[in-house]
């Protein structure tokens, strides 16, 4: 792969990534997860094709500035997902403590 194709490579994870932003800021979360996987094989594949390869110094400095655009959607995204999902975890939470506190009337009554 040489370096056009890498920094082709990094601008479709790029691209990836603004889709999860925005699917995020509007709480679609199936095609959030749908793109995270399409995230995760563009990674997979840039990681095993990337190695070995030598960017001149405008390359270079392009990936770098693509690299902090990837992070800088990926903080954006945790800090939407991150209080919902403990949110979730807090009604899971609930919803256990509810059917442990049912379980143990019912065996009581049993008895």
Do not use: F
């Not at 679609?28 to 399409?38: G, M």
């Not at 990681?47 to 400095?61: F, M, N, P, R, V």
């Not at 500035?65 to 800088?72: N, R």
């Amino acid at each position: 792969m040489d370096g056009a194709q890498i920094i082709l490579m990094y601008k479709a994870i790029l691209a990836v990534t603004g889709k999860m932003l925005s699917a995020a800021q509007n709480s679609q979360w199936d095609e959030l997860v749908s793109l995270e996987q399409e995230c995760k094989q563009l990674t997979g594949r840039l990681i095993k094709e990337e190695s070995g390869a030598i960017l001149d110094k405008e390359l270079l400095q392009n990936k770098v500035s693509i690299i902090h655009q990837i992070l800088d959607d990926d903080a954006q995204i945790r800090a939407i997902t991150e209080p919902w999902m403990s949110r979730l975890q807090e009604i899971l939470d609930t919803n256990k403590h509810a059917r442990n506190l049912q379980q143990a009337y019912q065996t009581i009554s049993n008895n």
